[in-house]
């Protein structure tokens, strides 16, 4: 009695870790599909048509610009202005690009 009581707990011990196991990976899987997600539904990966050449420079426009904010709030006294206008400018990028993206999903939908 006291062998089956004792070969119980153990297997239940090593199903209960081995459970545990998967779960934790699984979350990891989900979390990576949902960054994953994310990012494929960003404006990074959905500017004016995949992969096209307007759409890497549009990236590089816009990352230019990140960067530029960037440094402008690593001074002591960042300059808000320009900041402002730095980030009209990444607006004004991402709706043209939105614009185009418009465009080719009524043509898309046209041609049907």
């Given at each position: ?13 090593v ?25 494929h ?65 009524f ?6």
């Open positions: 009695m006291k062998r089956l009581l004792i070969g119980s707990i153990m297997i239940l011990a199903a209960t870790t081995a459970f545990a196991g998967t779960h934790h990976r699984s979350n990891d899987s989900r979390d990576d599909y949902r960054k994953s997600s994310r990012t539904h960003s404006m990074r990966g959905n500017h004016c048509g995949r992969g096209s050449l307007e759409s890497k420079r549009a990236r590089i426009v816009i990352d230019e610009k990140n960067i530029e904010i960037r440094k402008e709030l690593l001074n002591e006294n960042p300059d808000w202005n320009k900041i402002e206008k730095l980030n009209n400018d990444i607006a004004l990028e991402h709706s043209k690009c939105k614009t185009d993206m418009m465009k080719d999903r043509e898309r939908d046209k041609r049907r």
